[in-house]
């Protein structure tokens, strides 16, 4: 089992930056993929990128790539996604992810392939 907390939401102007942090507890994360997605409303649940636990390894989605970068604290277990230069359409609620199955053969795009969410922070960007 793993336990996943977000925080850092919040209401920020279009060209501002935001920082999420993802809180894990719970079994080990070794050979684990610690994702981000969001959600906007009426939209599907989207990648937004991931990072491999074991060697810091990172992928982003198209839309976000070069504005927004994943991180992991390795003092603390906790993993970041910085956001700079924010759009209106980033605007979504952003769940943080665990993928901990080291037998998938899934996607780590995919949000189907994780196994365990946090309850979301809601990341608004007005223009």
Known sequence: ?????????????AGD??????TASGQSL?????GWFRQAPGKEREFVA???????????????K??????????????SL????????DTAVYYCAARVDITSVQ????PRSYDY???GTQVTVSS
Request: glycine content about 12%; charged content about 20%; some cysteine.
């Open 82 to 89: 910085q956001m700079d230069t924010l759009k209106p359409e």
């Open 17 to 22: 930056s935001l920082r999420l942090t993802c």
């Open 30 to 34: 070794s050979g684990a993929y610690m």
């Open 107 to 110: 996607s780590v795009r995919e």
């Open 1 to 13: 089992q793993v336990q996943l907390v977000e925080s850092g939401g919040g209401l920020v102007q």
């Open 50 to 64: 991931t990072i491999y636990w074991d060697n810091d390894h990172t992928m982003y989605a198209g839309s976000v």
């Open 117 to 119: 969410w946090g309850q």
């Open 66 to 79: 070069g504005r927004f970068t994943i991180s992991r604290d390795h003092a603390n277990g906790a993993m």
